[in-house]
């Protein structure tokens, strides 16, 4: 088995609510080194060994699944293989 | 500025809903390679260079504030300063 990890952010051009949400909520915790805070998802995917092409799969899955193009850009790690 | 890039994941023993959902989703795709999925939340924040102890500061926001203590687990990176 590999295993995927893939990141989803918004595009820098984006406003991100929750971002600001919570840095507003760190710096009422006192944590005012926190200057700014970014939310994406996070996925793990386990890919199984006979997969032809792992880089193809995967960036189809983004593009049509976990990713929204619009507004969120992705970029992923193929780990090594864990047996 | 110093990038920190934290990592929230369902415990293992957690039941992940949105992961299976995903994963019925990329089998219908044809993506019968994904064996699982596993959805979580990531973040990315910007510490400024004051910090006098980054590590305390980013586990108390993690416990107090980014993971749920009873159902996640969190990591984070320290990534190099990006001046």
Redesign the interface.
Known sequence: ?TLVKV???YKKSILDPQ?EA?KK??HG?G?T????????????????D??QN?DA?IN??CD???ANPNMESYRYEVMEENK
């Open positions: 088995m990141y989803v952010t971002g919570i909520a760190v915790m944590h080194i926190i200057q700014n805070v970014r939310m994406g998802k996070y996925f793990e995917l386990t890919v199984s006979n997969a792992i799969e189809e899955v049509q699944l976990l």
